[in-house]
């Protein structure tokens, strides 16, 4: 049984999870699945993003426990690599949370660029339950996308968050019906994998680095260049024709 799926639809990669009997607990194997799906997705030039989930009923439910007991910084690194992958990655991604989103499972999903959630949907960060510190950046993601007072209610208050919650605190974009979730997913990943996939990329880097720059004058230069860039493309030229054509046409 492959422990990770992969299809494509419409440009959009959607990778799967695949081993709901363990709640698709990061594990080895599972990892090294998930570093060669992401290559020959990355490798193909018809994809423009990437949906993440889990088989039901579970998004990822962490790392497998036994593996834990017996951790090293070689160890935590392999099953790190799990998410961090993900995360590194030039495209667009979404995740779709579809069920419990658990330790690294809940790395999983802050290292995407998007999160979505249904209602079903458990975020529950558990280092703390299990006596553990956090790793993998945790704390780091996690105060940084929904800001210090949630990170503090989930990782050292044991709040479990739900879709709904979920999407209150800004800890995901937007909650759904339970089984409106996939479809969602898929349309908005979509929209982006319309676009020219090098601009996306573009965008995506852009998004990234502006964590760092301090003025406003410092982001109007740091836009500048990849903007004129993009003007000097074939795509802008045949963007602007079609869109000149659907205005005269009124």
């Keep these: 049984m492959s422990l990770v799926l992969v299809s494509i639809v419409d440009g959009v990669a959607t990778l799967t999870l695949n081993n709901p009997g363990e709640r698709n607990t990061l594990t080895a194997p599972m990892v090294a699945e998930i570093i060669g799906a992401m290559d020959r997705i990355e490798s193909d030039p018809a994809v423009g993003a990437i949906v993440v989930t889990g088989a039901p009923p579970a998004f990822c439910a962490g790392a ?99 879709g709904t919650e979920a999407e209150r605190l800004g800890v995901v974009h937007r909650c759904y019906d339970d089984d409106q979730l996939p479809a969602a997913a898929q349309e908005i990943a979509a929209r982006a994998a319309a676009a020219p996939r090098e601009l996306l990329i573009e965008m995506k880097r852009t998004i990234q680095e502006m964590a760092d720059v301090r003025t406003h004058a410092d982001a109007v230069d740091r836009e500048l260049t990849p903007q004129v860039w993009s003007t000097r493309q074939p795509w802008f030229a045949e963007r602007i024709a079609a869109l000149q054509a659907k205005i005269s046409s009124r």
């Design 64 to 162: 497998n426990l036994g593996n834990l007991a017996e951790s090293t910084k070689e160890s935590l690194g392999v099953i790190y690599e799990g998410f961090l992958r993900i995360a590194r990655s030039p495209l667009p991604t979404v995740a779709a949370v579809n069920g419990a989103a658990v330790g690294a499972g809940m790395n999983l999903a802050l290292g995407c660029d998007l999160r979505l959630a249904a209602r079903r949907a458990k975020f529950d960060s558990r280092f703390l339950q299990i006596g553990i510190h956090p790793g993998g950046g945790h704390t780091w993601m996690l105060r940084r996308i929904a800001g210090p007072q949630t990170a503090f209610a989930s990782v050292v208050f044991g709040e479990v968050i739900d």
